[in-house]
């Protein structure tokens, strides 16, 4: 497997420099005739076609877990806003919590 270096210059050898890679691996096109820059992901070639669709999707699925952050972090702020109003309203009213004739159960107790 020795590579001669005129080989080399002219491009002519386009054999990645591992011989475990599969062909096309390292940038080296595995059809000179395709366009475009290729990339080999799990022995597959990709094509720019492939590649836009996957970092769109990537992108895609970035905006929907920011979103879903945003809406939990909402519904736990408006949570304890209500409790905090409740207990305020409850408060001015002077109204008392039922006294609780259960001891506390569970993990937290």
């Known amino acids: 497997m020795e590579r001669s270096d005129e080989t ?21 096109r595995a059809d000179p005739n395709v366009r475009g820059a290729l990339v ?9 076609e492939q590649i836009a669709s996957l970092v769109a999707l990537l992108a895609t699925l970035v905006l929907w877990i920011a979103a879903l952050g945003r809406e939990r972090g909402y519904a736990r702020w408006f949570k304890a806003w209500e409790a905090a109003r409740k207990a ?15 001891p506390p159960t569970g993990p937290w107790g």
């Open 88 to 102: 305020r309203h409850d408060a001015e009213r002077g109204i008392q919590p039922p006294p609780s004739d259960k």
């Open 40 to 48: 080999t992901l799990f022995g597959t070639t990709l094509g720019v």
């Open 8 to 28: 080399r210059a002219r491009g002519q050898d386009r054999r990645p420099l591992c011989p475990f890679a599969p062909a096309g691996a390292f940038g080296a």
